[in-house]
T-cell receptor, first 115, second 113 residues
């Protein structure tokens, strides 16, 4: 069973469109994240959610709206897509709570191409 | 979170031990050293983490200096599948989603047949 899954794996779309990427984890984790990896391979956090509540919002344009319907899902909706949004988007999850272990489990990524 | 410095690239012969260094001279007392790797086109994968003691698991060993200003990740018998970018990250413990992994440029490790 896949621990963290994302759909779709590839997404090609036109500028100005609205699109969503879905993420699901079956690990029973409380915390989920979205990361963006750009063409230069820099990997940066965008959002984190803990128990469906937004915790980290890393100065991401408000065209990006994460939505967590339950603890196992964190979807990313992007409005008015721009060329610069082309990147690989990774979802991740961790146990959450407070403690010594901060291990995050990553999904396989969604490669978004905006034409 | 403290910054880390890693060499941009390294080569290692297949079957030999790969030793990947990381400097984190500004690490604070409550920060852990984490190692992740990213194999081409895949999501990052957790390898190991430690606070001040050396750690070992089925994937690797982590050696942290006594002053905690640097560490070394050791892959004891490197295989071709270990070719990846390795990231050393310093981060505090879990805190209800309020922690974030800050990925630098990492070390591109190439295992040579």
């Amino acid at each position: 069973d896949t621990a963290v899954s994302q759909t779709p794996k590839y997404l090609v779309t036109q500028m100005g469109n609205d699109k969503s990427i879905k993420c699901e984890q079956n690990l029973g984790h409380d915390t989920m994240y979205w990361y963006k990896q750009d063409s230069k391979k820099f990997l940066k956090i965008m959002f984190s959610y803990n128990n469906k509540e937004l915790i980290i919002n890393e100065t991401v344009p408000n065209r990006f709206s994460p939505k967590s319907p339950d603890k196992a899902h964190l979807n990313l909706h992007i409005n008015s897509l721009e060329l610069g949004d082309s990147a690989v988007y990774f979802c991740a999850s961790s146990k959450g709570g407070q403690g010594t272990n901060n291990e995050q489990f990553f999904g396989p990524g969604t490669r978004l191409t905006v034409l | 979170d403290a910054k880390t410095t890693q060499p941009p690239s390294m080569d290692c012969a297949e079957g030999r031990a790969a030793n990947l260094p990381c400097n984190h001279s500004t690490i604070s007392g409550n920060e852990y050293v984490y190692w992740y790797r990213q194999i081409h086109s895949q999501g990052p994968q957790y390898i190991i983490h430690g606070l001040k003691n050396n750690e070992t698991n089925e994937m690797a060993s982590l050696i942290i200096t006594e002053d905690r200003k640097s560490s070394t990740l050791i892959l004891p018998h490197a295989t071709l599948r270990d070719t990846a970018v390795y990231y050393c990250i310093v981060i505090k413990g879990a805190n209800f989603g309020n922690e974030k992994l800050t990925f630098g440029t990492g070390t591109r490790l190439t295992i040579i047949p």
